[in-house]
C-alpha cells in the first residue's frame, strides 16, 4: 500500500512533503506518520534547546526526513548482514570489515523512529483512552460460543 501525505493529520503534513517522494513511494501510511510525528517532534523540542543541541536536533530531524523507507532499510540491512556472515564464514577479514563498515553507513544515514518514542507517543495515549472508555473498544463475540462454555461435553470417539 502507498502512503499519501493527503491523508495525514494537517499539522504532520508540512513535514511529510518534506520526505523525497521515492521514499514516500514505498511507505506504508502508518510509517509515514510515525515519521512524520517523530520529525515534528524534534522540529518542536529544538525550538526550547540551547543553540548546540537545537542544532544537533535539527541535524537528527533532517537525516530522518531523508532515511530510506522501512522495507527499504530492512532488505538492504538483510543483504549487509548475509554479506557480513558470508565473509566471516570464508574467514575473509577484509571482507567481513568492508561489510560491517557498509552495514553501521547504513544505520548511521538512516536513523529509525525510536521504538521508545512509539510507546510514549502512540502506544500510551491509545491505552489511556482503552482505560477511559472501555465500553467503545468492545470485541465481537468469538464464532461457536459455546466453545469454552462449562457444560460443553468432550466428546470422543
Not at 507517543?121 to 464464532?143: N, T
Amino acid at each position: 500500500m502507498v502512503a499519501f501525505v493527503d491523508r495525514l493529520p494537517a499539522e504532520l503534513r508540512p513535514v511529510a512533503r518534506r520526505i523525497p517522494g521515492e521514499t514516500v513511494a514505498l511507505m506504508e501510511q502508518a510509517e509515514l506518520e510515525l515519521r512524520a510525528g517523530y520529525v515534528a517532534d524534534l522540529l518542536a523540542r529544538a525550538e526550547s534547546e540551547e543553540p548546540r543541541k537545537a542544532l544537533r536536533t535539527r541535524k537528527l530531524a533532517e537525516r530522518v526526513i531523508h532515511s530510506t523507507s522501512d522495507y527499504t532499510f530492512s532488505r538492504d540491512h538483510a543483504e549487509l548482514s548475509s554479506a557480513l556472515a558470508d565473509a566471516s564464514r570464508r574467514a575473509d577479514s577484509n571482507g567481513a570489515y568492508e561489510a560491517f563498515l557498509e552495514l553501521k553507513a547504513l544505520e548511521k544515514d538512516n536513523p529509525r523512529v525510536p521504538v521508545q518514542w512509539v510507546l510514549s507517543h502512540q502506544v500510551a495515549p491509545a491505552l489511556a483512552r482503552l482505560a477511559d472508555e472501555p465500553e467503545k473498544f468492545r470485541l465481537p463475540p468469538l464464532p461457536g460460543g459455546n466453545l469454552f462454555s462449562r457444560n460443553r461435553r468432550n466428546k470422543r470417539k
